[in-house]
């Protein structure tokens, strides 16, 4: 299993982007997908996460802001970022929990991160 992240790029204050994180292989059930970002210099921390029954948990300073969704038939995510700030910039990475296979189940697999800067 495998996550492949794209969408994230340049914009400049209060622009928006769009991230898309898509589970390859043949998967039964994924529990909980979501988006986490690591500025530099800082920790890692959860931006939003949805569950296979559409759940969602964000981040206090990105609610209102962002959205998050997922296609539990394609096992895709997507985070729609509106009215970015230059505080939203970072390397954002999706992540799927709980991953069920026919031969394997996996605990938490990671994508590659995406950078997304925002400019004042």
């Known amino acids: 299993v495998q996550l492949q992240a794209s969408g994230g790029g340049l914009v400049q204050a209060g622009g928006s982007l769009r991230l898309s994180c898509e589970a390859s292989?043949?998967?039964?059930?994924?529990?909980?997908m979501g988006w986490y970002r690591q500025a530099p210099g800082k920790q890692r921390e959860l931006v939003a996460i949805v569950s296979g029954g559409g759940t969602t948990t964000y981040l206090d300073s990105v609610k209102g802001r962002f959205t998050v969704s997922r296609d539990n038939a394609k096992n895709t995510i997507t985070l729609q970022m509106n009215s970015l700030k230059p505080e939203d910039t970072a390397v954002y990475s999706c992540?799927?929990?709980?991953?069920?296979?026919?031969?394997?189940?996996?605990?938490?697999?990671w994508g590659q991160g995406t950078e997304v800067t925002v400019s004042s």
């Open positions: 992540n799927a929990n709980g991953i069920i296979t026919p031969t394997k189940r996996y605990p938490e697999v």
């Open positions: 292989g043949r998967i039964f059930n994924i529990n909980i």
